[in-house]
């Protein structure tokens, strides 16, 4: 796709890098990004499907026998499709539309019918239906600790991580008001990026050479979730282990290739037993 | 006009193109788009001028630095501070949700209260602070009148030494009362296990930053154990850059494959409780190879070899005692690890350039065997690695002031004779400073209780407790309990009287030494908002309680706010000199010390400003210290052969302390099977109570957000599950999501089965941190809590709860 907007000024692909060699499952990404995006919290959590969490996390275990049984986790965000993104080509209000400047899929709140399309249509699982409005009683008090940039939700209406798109309005105001027409790497980073205790993910510009994701995205290890579907995802996952990045995309026996790569593989790195080898 | 089949066709027609014509259909839409979501009780959050507030988290004695967002007068996002070395970026789940804790008001207390309802039903009035201060000290007082202030007892949840801590056992002191107690936690059995091998009353510093092998015997490194910032930003660290050129391996010893199991390097699943030999059989191996560090044994380790006493008795050595019980293959018989995995890993250890052992039971709230942490401890100075970079570090307290002596009056000084309820101190538990456990058997073993009054602060005991329920039950008993809680937990719903302290965002308070850490760290944290409910900070409120209690108590807090007492004991960090009050990411406190490092502070005044503005006091740390002195063994040297757990037997006796071996072997690391169980047959299962990282086990409750990391085989809707190996579920034909019974002699609860591949067979793994019946919503009858059906045996020497081999079987429901 062109690196340019039709201003001649670049062109932006906000992205991120996680890698799960080092995510610890702790799940920090998820209430840091409920905290930030005003979600609100129900008294029952445990039904998934009707639960909202932007970012979810989803346990995986390489299915072998104790003692060798492992499991791994997969945090996901929206993945910002950059080619087609399937909810957008569906919406019929025009309330989802991929951002050309930012690479950023977006979601208008007060245009979408609730048609619950897009949320069919995406790959990820990622957009969620408020079946009922925000969830903050009065007599509890809870509203309280409501951010004012982020507008909460009323019911009926669909809702997706923006990568904090507001902090990325908060960047550049702050810019703009110095003078500057750019944003630096760090001036503009989500809030799950910023709470990961274990710095697992990364993000940034994926257009940038000099930013660190674009040069992550590169590695041998790193992989896409369902890359085959053809819609780009701008998210992407790292790992060293072979059954993780095997269990990104719904491979038929046989089907996939383990990653072989000299440079990286010149020392035996995986050591525990019952752990891949190649 | 009449309706004949050409106009019915032409209206229809024209209908249609019309609809298509007019815009109303989507002018519709829209408006419907519109009206359904403008709802009034859409909250709109106020705008107004954004700031940042430095502070640092107090939820866990872990103690992150933490930045809280404001808009004017609300707190509305949390996140980790950058510019603090215990946690430089990240924090935890919890710390990360604590909003919530603040704002929730159907989780807290918004001002003293007296209970009206029955016990337990959470139903109280509101009082004013006078009413309540003036109850609570008459009471006290009344009793202090007749002559029994030891029926006055408090528990204590803060952290050992910091200052409200301090400020809870004056009070005690100058009311008369013995019976201070603190749950459990594996402070404990780490201060414990220093005292007897190295002397040192000093909190326990494992420099893992530095080490290039880490080998941790249960320490949950990933579910929250030490201060879970640091170790999880380490966590970062190692495994930061190309996979195929890490320096640092991680070993978990653990049964079953949790998170840090699974993340690490190797997983080594022992059985619970047999940690300690496996670290004994690492042992034989080396001492078998001769690969062991003769330099430190020699110089610096007493009861290595066979040592002969000043009478002529020849006494076992450690290695003597290695060499013979802990073959591979011995203690692959006790642990179920391999034989040739045992070699592996001892290979490892030797092979390392900088290995440490670590030991621990999951997060820190509950404690560990003394015997195991000797056995892991040993392993350390077997391979050299104490006093040395990247291995165990032996560093001096935080040098705070000590608060200002005091005398007691005559009824003090009478109660305080009377023995302590829980026996700590004496010939069965000598080097425990308290038994909460045995506390609640005391009261639950009387027919009327001793105590009258209990005092409970920053602690939960009906609900963390790994007794079975027995605390709840004592609860019962004793006539009137003052709860200083700022939350509805379990045991302040069973309070008659609540002085509800300030939640972590509205007080000041410190942090004495994250667990773990290498190098000193005093924290402080600051209100970030002013209290939002008529609620006062713990340290106050004991300040003016000992004043409504009477002159002679009130006598002893010569301060009018918690604040001074703080300031009082921090001098003592200025006048000992040194010290940085500001971090540099760039010089992180664990690399060796630069040539003199500014402290940035002239007099204590601006040191107290700038402790109070960054939250923090620390010094690099010493990773190598003169040797001279660093012991205070009674034979100078680390001792594998402790010589004061030999006193405590000659002055009692093996049996008295719960140990089944006798002679040298009782003074040293070694394997204790547990007690023959006879309900084995009955109960052909063992339970183990898990932590989790995003699930509070300890008195803070979990904020709500947390439940949305909760994965649905782990809770749906009101049940929670329990992990089961699928052959072992088999054996009872329970398939996935049966819901199933889990019954052990001291109860039983209903869960659900969840099938786990990673679970050892034979086990039942519960997590903690369900089955509330306090808080709200939220949390109330979510799941159910596994400590209500522990049944705990007794840590030899130590007396300390032994909470992780509980026999249970499963009943299908």
Same mark, same amino acid.
């Given at each position: 796709?062109?690196?340019?907007?039709?201003?001649?000024?670049p062109?932006?692909?906000y992205?991120?890098?996680?890698?799960?060699?080092?995510? @610890?499952?702790?799940?920090?990404?998820?209430?840091?990004?409920?905290?930030?995006?005003n979600?609100?919290?129900?008294?029952?959590?445990?039904?998934?499907?009707?639960?909202i @969490?932007?970012?979810?996390?989803?346990k995986?275990?390489?299915g072998?026998?104790?003692p060798?049984?492992?499991?791994?986790?997969?945090?996901?965000?929206?993945?910002?499709?950059?080619?087609?993104?399937?909810?957008?080509?569906?919406?019929?209000?025009?309330?989802?539309?991929?951002?050309?400047?930012?690479?950023?899929?977006?979601?208008?709140y007060?245009?979408?019918?609730?048609?619950?399309?897009?949320?069919?249509?995406?790959?990820?699982?990622?957009?969620?239906?408020?079946w !009922?409005?925000a969830?903050?009683?009065?007599d509890?008090?809870l509203?309280?600790?409501?951010?004012?940039?982020?507008?909460?939700?009323?019911?009926?209406?669909?809702?997706k991580?923006?990568?904090?798109?507001?902090?990325?309005m908060?960047?550049?105001?702050?810019?703009?008001?110095?003078?500057r027409?750019?944003?630096?790497?760090?001036e503009?980073?989500?809030?799950?990026?910023?709470?990961?205790?274990?710095?697992?993910?990364?993000?940034?510009?994926?257009?940038?050479?000099?930013?660190?994701?674009?040069?992550?995205?590169?590695?041998?290890?790193?992989?896409?979730?369902?890359?085959?579907?053809?819609?780009?995802?701008?998210?992407?996952?790292?790992?060293?282990?072979? !059954?993780?990045r095997?269990?990104g995309?719904?491979?038929?026996?046989?089907?996939?290739?383990?990653?072989?790569?000299? @440079?990286?593989m010149?020392?035996?790195?995986s050591?525990?037993?019952?752990r891949?080898?190649? | 006009?009449k309706?004949?089949?050409?106009?019915?066709?032409?209206?229809?027609?024209?209908?249609?193109?019309?609809?298509?014509?007019?815009p109303?259909?989507?002018?519709?839409?829209?408006?419907?788009?519109?009206?359904?979501?403008? $709802?009034?009780w859409?909250?709109?959050?106020?705008?107004?001028?954004f700031s940042e507030?430095?502070?640092?988290?107090?939820?866990?004695?872990?103690?992150?630095?933490?930045?809280?967002?404001?808009?004017?007068?609300?707190?509305?996002?949390?996140?980790?501070r950058?510019?603090?070395?215990?946690?430089?970026?990240?924090?935890?789940?919890l710390?990360?949700?604590?909003?919530?804790?603040?704002?929730d008001?159907?989780?807290?207390?918004?001002?003293?209260?007296?209970?009206?309802?029955?016990?337990?039903?959470?139903?109280?009035?509101?009082?004013t602070w006078?009413?309540?201060?003036?109850?609570?000290?008459?009471?006290?007082?009344a009793?202090r009148?007749?002559g029994?202030?030891?029926?006055?007892?408090?528990?204590?949840?803060?952290?050992?030494?910091?200052?409200?801590s301090?400020?809870?056992?004056r009070? %005690?002191?100058?009311v008369?009362?013995?019976?201070?107690?603190?749950?459990?936690?594996?402070?404990?059995?780490y201060?414990?296990?220093?005292?007897? %091998?190295?002397?040192?009353d000093?909190?326990?510093?494992y420099d893992l930053?530095?080490?290039?092998?880490i080998?941790s015997?249960?320490?949950?490194?990933?579910?929250? $154990?030490?201060?879970?910032?640091?170790v999880?930003?380490?966590?970062?660290?190692?495994?930061?850059?190309?996979?195929?050129?890490?320096?640092?391996?991680?070993?978990?010893?653990?049964?079953?494959?949790?998170?840090?199991a699974?993340?690490?390097?190797?997983?080594?699943?022992?059985?619970?409780?047999?940690?300690?030999?496996?670290?004994?059989?690492?042992?034989?191996?080396?001492?078998?190879?001769g690969?062991?560090?003769?330099?430190?044994?020699?110089?610096?380790?007493?009861?290595?070899?066979?040592?002969?006493?000043?009478d002529?008795?020849?006494?076992?050595?450690?290695?003597?005692?290695?060499?013979?019980?802990?073959?591979?293959?011995?203690?692959?018989?006790?642990?179920?690890?391999?034989?040739?995995?045992?070699?592996?890993?001892?290979?490892?250890?030797?092979?390392?350039?900088?290995?440490?052992?670590?030991?621990?039971?999951?997060?820190?709230?509950?404690n560990g065997?003394?015997?195991?942490f000797?056995a892991?401890?040993?392993?350390n100075?077997?391979?050299?690695?104490?006093?040395?970079?990247g291995?165990?570090?032996?560093?001096?307290?935080?040098?705070?002031?000590?608060?200002?002596?005091?005398?007691?009056d005559?009824?003090a000084?009478?109660?305080?004779?009377?023995?302590?309820?829980d026996?700590?101190?004496?010939?069965?538990?000598?080097?425990?400073?308290?038994?909460?456990?045995?506390?609640?058997?005391?009261?639950?073993?009387?027919?009327?209780?001793?105590?009258?009054?209990?005092l409970?602060?920053?602690?939960n005991?009906?609900?963390?407790?790994?007794?079975?329920?027995?605390?709840?039950?004592?609860?019962?008993?004793?006539?009137?309990?003052?709860?200083f809680?700022?939350?509805?937990?379990?045991?302040?719903?069973?309070?008659?009287?609540?002085?509800?302290?300030?939640?972590?965002?509205?007080?000041?308070?410190?942090i004495?030494?994250?667990?773990?850490?290498?190098?000193?760290?005093y924290?402080?944290?600051?209100?970030?908002?002013?209290?939002?409910?008529d609620?006062?900070?713990?340290?106050?409120?004991?300040?003016?309680?000992?004043?409504?209690?009477?002159?002679?108590?009130?006598?002893?807090?010569?301060?009018?706010?918690?604040?001074?007492?703080?300031?009082?004991?921090?001098?003592?960090?200025?006048?000992?000199?040194?010290?940085?009050?500001?971090?540099?990411?760039?010089?992180?406190? $664990?690399?060796?010390?630069g040539?003199?490092s500014?402290?940035?502070?002239?007099s204590?005044d601006?040191?107290?400003?700038?402790?109070?503005?960054?939250?923090?006091?620390?010094r690099p740390?010493?990773?190598?210290r003169?040797?001279?002195?660093?012991?205070?063994?009674?034979?100078?040297?680390?001792?594998?052969?402790?010589?004061r757990?030999?006193?405590a037997?000659?002055?009692?006796?093996?049996?008295?302390?719960?140990?089944?071996?006798?002679?040298?072997?009782?003074?040293?690391?070694?394997y204790?099977?547990p007690?023959?169980?006879?309900?084995?047959?009955?109960?052909?299962?063992?339970?183990?109570?898990?932590?989790?990282?995003?699930?509070?086990?300890g008195?803070?409750?979990?904020?709500?957000?947390?439940?949305?990391?909760?994965?649905?085989?782990?809770?749906?809707k009101?049940?929670s599950?329990?992990a089961i190996?699928?052959?072992?579920?088999?054996?009872?034909?329970?398939?996935?999501g049966?819901?199933?019974?889990v019954?052990?002699?001291?109860?039983?609860v209903?869960?659900?089965?969840d099938?786990?591949?990673?679970?050892?067979?034979?086990?039942v793994?519960?997590?903690?941190?369900?089955g509330?019946?306090?808080?709200?919503?939220?949390?109330?009858g979510?799941?159910?809590?596994?400590?209500?059906?522990?049944?705990?045996?007794?840590?030899?020497?130590?007396?300390?709860?032994?909470?992780?081999?509980?026999?249970?079987?499963?009943?299908?429901?």
């Amino acid at each position: 796709m062109k690196k340019e907007n039709d201003n001649g000024k670049p062109r932006h692909r906000y992205g991120m890098v996680i890698d799960l060699d080092k995510c @610890t499952g702790c799940g920090t990404c998820m209430i840091a990004c409920a905290a930030e995006n005003n979600v609100s919290v129900r008294p029952d959590q445990s039904d998934k499907e009707r639960a909202i @969490t932007w970012m979810r996390l989803y346990k995986i275990t390489n299915g072998k026998e104790f003692p060798d049984t492992e499991v791994s986790y997969f945090p996901r965000p929206c993945m910002h499709c950059d080619h087609h993104p399937p909810c957008v080509s569906v919406c019929v209000a025009t309330a989802t539309k991929l951002d050309f400047n930012t690479g950023i899929v977006s979601q208008i709140y007060t245009r979408c019918i609730g048609c619950r399309y897009c949320q069919a249509a995406c790959p990820y699982g990622a957009r969620y239906f408020n079946w !009922w409005d925000a969830y903050f009683p009065k007599d509890k008090g809870l509203d309280r600790y409501l951010s004012p940039e982020v507008s909460p939700r009323m019911r009926g209406v669909v809702e997706k991580c923006t990568f904090c798109h507001h902090r990325l309005m908060r960047a550049k105001e702050q810019a703009y008001a110095e003078g500057r027409r750019e944003i630096e790497e760090h001036e503009y980073q989500t809030a799950c990026t910023e709470a990961c205790p274990v710095q697992a993910i990364t993000f940034g510009d994926l257009n940038n050479p000099d930013h660190k994701v674009s040069k992550l995205v590169k590695h041998p290890f790193t992989f896409r979730l369902l890359e085959r579907l053809g819609t780009e995802p701008k998210v992407y996952y790292y790992s060293s282990r072979d !059954w993780v990045r095997k269990l990104g995309d719904n491979f038929l026996p046989g089907e996939y290739k383990p990653v072989l790569h000299k @440079t990286w593989m010149q020392e035996e790195w995986s050591t525990k037993p019952g752990r891949d080898t190649y | 006009m009449k309706l004949t089949r050409r106009n019915f066709i032409a209206s229809v027609v024209g209908g249609a193109v019309g609809i298509q014509i007019t815009p109303l259909p989507w002018k519709f839409t829209d408006d419907v788009a519109i009206w359904t979501q403008n $709802w009034p009780w859409v909250p709109v959050p106020p705008s107004g001028e954004f700031s940042e507030v430095s502070s640092v988290c107090t939820l866990c004695p872990g103690g992150c630095g933490i930045s809280v967002r404001k808009v004017e007068e609300r707190a509305v996002k949390i996140e980790g501070r950058t510019d603090y070395p215990v946690n430089p970026g990240g924090i935890c789940p919890l710390g990360m949700g604590g909003l919530q804790l603040l704002y929730d008001e159907s989780l807290r207390f918004t001002g003293p209260m007296k209970r009206v309802g029955m016990r337990g039903s959470g139903e109280f009035q509101r009082i004013t602070w006078r009413e309540a201060l003036d109850i609570a000290g008459a009471r006290i007082a009344a009793l202090r009148k007749e002559g029994r202030p030891e029926a006055v007892a408090a528990v204590d949840g803060n952290g050992e030494g910091t200052t409200a801590s301090l400020l809870i056992q004056r009070l %005690m002191q100058a009311v008369g009362s013995p019976n201070y107690v603190r749950p459990a936690s594996l402070s404990d059995t780490y201060r414990m296990g220093n005292i007897l %091998m190295q002397g040192r009353d000093a909190p326990i510093a494992y420099d893992l930053e530095n080490s290039d092998l880490i080998v941790s015997f249960g320490c949950g490194l990933l579910e929250g $154990w030490g201060a879970p910032g640091r170790v999880l930003n380490a966590w970062g660290m190692w495994h930061e850059g190309n996979p195929a050129k890490r320096k640092v391996k991680i070993v978990q010893v653990e049964s079953r494959a949790s998170n840090t199991a699974s993340k690490a390097d190797y997983w080594v699943a022992a059985k619970p409780g047999t940690e300690g030999a496996l670290a004994l059989g690492l042992a034989h191996v080396i001492i078998r190879s001769g690969r062991y560090d003769a330099g430190f044994l020699a110089e610096h380790a007493f009861g290595f070899d066979d040592w002969q006493s000043r009478d002529g008795v020849v006494h076992t050595g450690f290695k003597t005692l290695v060499l013979k019980n802990y073959a591979p293959e011995q203690v692959s018989r006790i642990t179920g690890v391999r034989p040739d995995a045992i070699v592996k890993l001892a290979g490892m250890f030797m092979d390392a350039k900088s290995p440490i052992a670590i030991y621990g039971k999951g997060k820190n709230e509950l404690n560990g065997s003394l015997y195991e942490f000797m056995a892991v401890q040993s392993l350390n100075a077997l391979a050299g690695r104490i006093n040395r970079v990247g291995g165990v570090l032996l560093p001096d307290p935080l040098p705070l002031n000590p608060l200002p002596h005091f005398e007691c009056d005559e009824i003090a000084a009478k109660g305080l004779e009377k023995p302590r309820l829980d026996r700590a101190g004496t010939k069965a538990y000598p080097f425990s400073h308290s038994l909460i456990h045995k506390f609640a058997e005391a009261i639950n073993g009387s027919r009327k209780s001793p105590i009258d009054t209990l005092l409970v602060f920053s602690a939960n005991p009906a609900f963390t407790l790994p007794d079975g329920g027995a605390f709840e039950t004592a609860l019962k008993k004793i006539p009137f309990v003052i709860s200083f809680s700022p939350y509805r937990d379990e045991t302040a719903n069973m309070a008659d009287l609540i002085l509800p302290d300030c939640v972590y965002l509205e007080k000041v308070d410190d942090i004495i030494w994250p667990v773990g850490l290498q190098y000193p760290l005093y924290g402080l944290s600051k209100p970030v908002v002013d209290p939002i409910y008529d609620t006062r900070n713990c340290g106050d409120t004991i300040i003016n309680l000992s004043k409504a209690i009477g002159k002679s108590v009130g006598a002893a807090f010569p301060w009018k706010h918690f604040t001074d007492v703080l300031k009082e004991r921090a001098k003592g960090l200025y006048d000992a000199g040194g010290g940085l009050v500001r971090f540099n990411p760039a010089a992180p406190p $664990w690399v060796a010390k630069g040539a003199g490092s500014k402290t940035g502070f002239k007099s204590f005044d601006d040191m107290w400003k700038k402790l109070e503005a960054g939250g923090m006091w620390y010094r690099p740390a010493e990773q190598q210290r003169d040797w001279s002195w660093l012991f205070k063994t009674p034979s100078g040297k680390f001792e594998f052969y402790s010589q004061r757990i030999e006193q405590a037997i000659r002055s009692g006796s093996t049996k008295e302390m719960r140990i089944t071996v006798q002679g040298d072997e009782a003074c040293m690391a070694h394997y204790e099977a547990p007690a023959q169980d006879p309900d084995r047959t009955a109960y052909p299962l063992t339970l183990f109570p898990y932590e989790m990282i995003n699930l509070a086990s300890g008195w803070i409750p979990s904020p709500p957000f947390l439940y949305k990391t909760i994965f649905d085989t782990q809770l749906l809707k009101d049940t929670s599950f329990a992990a089961i190996h699928p052959g072992t579920a088999g054996q009872y034909g329970l398939k996935q999501g049966d819901l199933v019974s889990v019954e052990s002699p001291a109860g039983a609860v209903k869960v659900r089965v969840d099938l786990f591949e990673g679970a050892m067979p034979g086990r039942v793994y519960m997590p903690l941190g369900f089955g509330h019946t306090g808080y709200d919503e939220f949390l109330k009858g979510k799941g159910a809590n596994p400590n209500a059906i522990v049944r705990a045996g007794e840590d030899p020497v130590s007396g300390y709860p032994v909470w992780w081999t509980t026999p249970v079987k499963l009943v299908k429901a």
